[in-house]
């Protein structure tokens, strides 16, 4: 286990000053255990990116308190040095478009989050080629970006966000590109990720193909969260835990 | 770790090369500009070197036959000879003129050098590439091979049908213009004797004047218009010194005792660098000012434009966690490979143009260096603007909302 997975307790976030301050996040309590994946919904301009951003030490929240693993990285003000190799070696992102870099082969798209952490070449390739073989794209380690289909793009995206071992992956709309069976076959894959590496994903999301997919899900709305037992918790859906 | 720069230039080598080629032609044609320039001091000092003089006695508070026009008698060199440390004297005449050939006619500089007897004499052409020096006393001329004309070929100078006798190398005026080399005597005719009418104008003249015209002297109209027409200046006498005499000396007591002017080597090659270019090399120097200006503007353009086609890779970099450095050293390694490649090409194109320039191309290995130099400098300060983008993408650009 990698400690408690993330937690975050009252965090809050003002946008602006004064009369024309607006409240994205207003106490907003979380907690995703290692090996488990969430979903977090919630209509336009609810405050969804925005946690997203601060759970991905993007932009550092009003308030409030964040720890990830057993250590806290943020309580009324970041107490990471570091937020750069906090992105880099802790926290993994999969995008709602792969956004794989388009002049690397496949494997050193992978590879290249182990190399920027001072990981050997040969190190940073074996780990990548380890995770690519687990998600089934290892047969096009050597293709460009731009050879791949949508699925397998996203699947590499998936390996990038994992390579580095993070305990929290937050993954925004990573469906949104795909269709029913993809997206649900990237579901899949990140269960059996999350599993297999214990690692916390929360699934930013507004497709509702996948939403019964999650044991729990948040329900965010003018920056309130609120916890929902999902359809995935009794429907044997691959959002159940086993 | 793997090279970022690297793999997105030969991901898209293509835009590169074409780009680097399109530079590399700009880089060219600063390079031969350079060149130029190069070529016309060198073309100064040739013309030094070739004239094989350590003195150049000229008429009184001139700059000599190169810069200005000068008139000395041309007995001038017997009283020369016999000043302490001159071991030879030469008259010499130039002109810049077209010459004429049967079918053609060139732009060149007529030097009238002392035939026969003196060898070797102070302005005489010290190598020949084919056939023999100037031996008679009229009508044959020595060209240099960048006239285009041949041994045996048929010239016309003023007046005058001249053959060539010999071919010579590298013997040009300080403008690049090739040297014809002709007997003294014709020399003189050409530039200072008159046309038929307008001596027969002068004799008409002379003999309406009283004062030459006059019946108690009847030599003396005669007399008076031989002198008209005859040549008896030349444009400098050459000075060689002899063994150990010190050129400053010597100078000083022609121009005491002679009332001449003397320049010494080091002083012509000023004159020429310093004053008889020195506005092209200025203008030159305009021009390599403003083709270092567009290469950066260019540079700075295509940098920047690579840089915002890629700027959501670049957020997503920077989200998982890539260093400012990295970037920066991604965006300037791109934009230095621009240059080497724009450098190599351009490099390449002057080498091979330079050759067909009217005017010698003279490419120094140390402007090539400074050009390499200077190219690097002008790419990392044009990916500036570039990477100031970059380092100020917000990461968050790569999270949707």
């Given at each position: 286990m990698t400690g408690n997975g993330i937690r975050i307790e009252g965090l809050r976030k003002r946008y602006g000053?004064?009369?024309?301050?607006?409240?994205?996040?207003?106490g907003v309590d979380m907690h995703v255990l290692p090996g488990e994946v969430v979903g977090l919904i919630g209509p336009s301009g609810s405050g969804k990116s925005t946690l997203l951003k601060c759970l991905g030490a993007v932009i550092a929240p009003t308030g409030g308190r964040m720890i990830l693993g057993d250590e806290v990285?943020?309580?009324?003000?970041?107490?990471?040095?570091d937020l750069r190799a906090l992105r880099r070696d802790r926290i993994g992102f999969v995008f709602?478009?792969?956004?794989?870099?388009?002049?690397?082969d496949v494997t050193d798209n992978v590879a290249l989050l182990p190399m920027l952490a001072g990981v050997p070449n040969g190190d940073a390739r074996a780990r990548a080629t380890e995770l690519l073989a687990a998600l089934d794209v290892q047969h096009r380690?050597?293709?460009?970006?731009?050879?791949?289909?949508g699925g397998e793009q996203q699947r590499v995206a998936i390996a990038r966000g994992l390579v580095n071992r993070p305990p929290v992956i937050l993954a925004d709309e990573?469906?949104?590109?795909?269709d029913s069976q993809r997206a649900m076959a990237v579901v899949r894959i990140l269960n059996d990720m999350a599993r297999k590496y214990e690692t916390a994903i929360i699934v930013v999301t507004h497709d509702e193909k996948i939403i019964?997919?999650?044991k729990r899900i948040y329900h965010i709305r003018d920056g309130i969260a609120h916890e929902e037992s999902g359809a995935g918790a009794t429907s044997g859906q691959p959002g159940a835990s086993s | 770790m793997i090279s970022l720069a690297g793999r997105d230039i030969l991901q898209s080598w293509g835009k590169f090369v074409f780009t680097g080629i399109g530079l590399g032609l700009l880089i060219g044609v600063t390079l031969v500009m350079a060149g130029v320039y190069r070529g016309m001091v060198d073309d100064g000092k040739a013309l030094l070197d070739n004239s094989g003089a350590d003195l150049w006695v000229v008429q009184q508070d001139t700059l000599g036959p190169y810069a200005e026009s000068s008139s000395v008698a041309d007995d001038m060199y017997r009283t020369l000879l016999a000043m302490?440390?001159?071991?030879q004297a030469a008259n010499v005449t130039y002109l810049t003129m077209q010459v004429g050939s049967a079918d053609r006619d060139v732009r060149a500089m007529v030097v009238g050098i002392v035939p026969?007897?003196?060898?070797?004499?102070?302005?005489?052409?010290?190598?020949?590439?084919?056939g023999r020096q100037?031996?008679?006393?009229?009508y044959e001329a020595v060209v240099d091979l960048a006239t285009g004309f041949h041994l045996g070929e048929k010239l016309t100078i003023r007046r005058s049908h001249y053959t060539v006798v010999g071919l010579t190398r590298r013997?040009?005026?300080?403008?690049g213009d090739p040297m014809v080399f002709v007997p003294l005597k014709d020399a003189q005719d050409a530039q200072f004797l008159k046309d038929n009418d307008a001596i027969w104008q002068a004799r008409r003249r002379t003999g309406n004047n009283p004062a030459f015209n006059r019946p108690d002297a009847p030599g003396l109209i005669g007399a008076v218009n031989t002198s008209q027409t005859s040549s008896t200046s030349v444009n400098a006498v050459l000075v060689r010194l002899a063994p150990g005499a010190f050129p400053q000396d010597v100078a000083d007591s022609i121009q005491r005792w002679k009332r001449l002017t003397v320049h010494t080597r080091a002083q012509m090659e000023a004159i020429l660098v310093?004053?008889?270019i020195a506005t092209s090399s200025k203008q030159i120097g305009m021009f390599l000012v403003i083709l270092a200006v567009v290469s950066a503007a260019i540079v700075a353009f295509i940098i920047y434009t690579l840089t915002m086609d890629k700027i959501r890779e670049i957020a997503v970099l920077k989200l998982i966690g890539t260093r400012n450095r990295t970037i920066a050293a991604m965006i300037m390694q791109q934009a230095l490979a621009l240059g080497v490649i724009g450098f190599a090409v351009g490099k390449i194109t002057a080498t091979y143009a330079?050759?067909?320039?009217?005017k010698y191309v003279l490419l120094m290995p140390q402007d090539s260096v400074a050009g390499l130099f200077a190219v690097l400098v002008i790419c990392a300060l044009a990916s500036v603007i570039a990477i100031r983008v970059a380092l100020k993408v917000d990461p968050a650009e790569a999270i949707g909302g």
């Open positions: 000053s004064g009369d024309t301050a607006v409240d994205a996040l207003k990285i943020y309580d009324e003000g970041w107490k990471v040095r709602q478009a792969p956004y794989l870099i388009p002049f690397l380690s050597q293709a460009m970006p731009a050879q791949l289909s990573p469906t949104a590109p795909l019964p997919t999650f | 302490p440390g001159v071991a026969g007897e003196s060898w070797g004499a102070p302005g005489w052409p010290p190598y020949l590439v084919a100037i031996t008679r006393g009229h013997m040009v005026s300080s403008s310093g004053k008889l330079a050759p067909y320039f009217p």
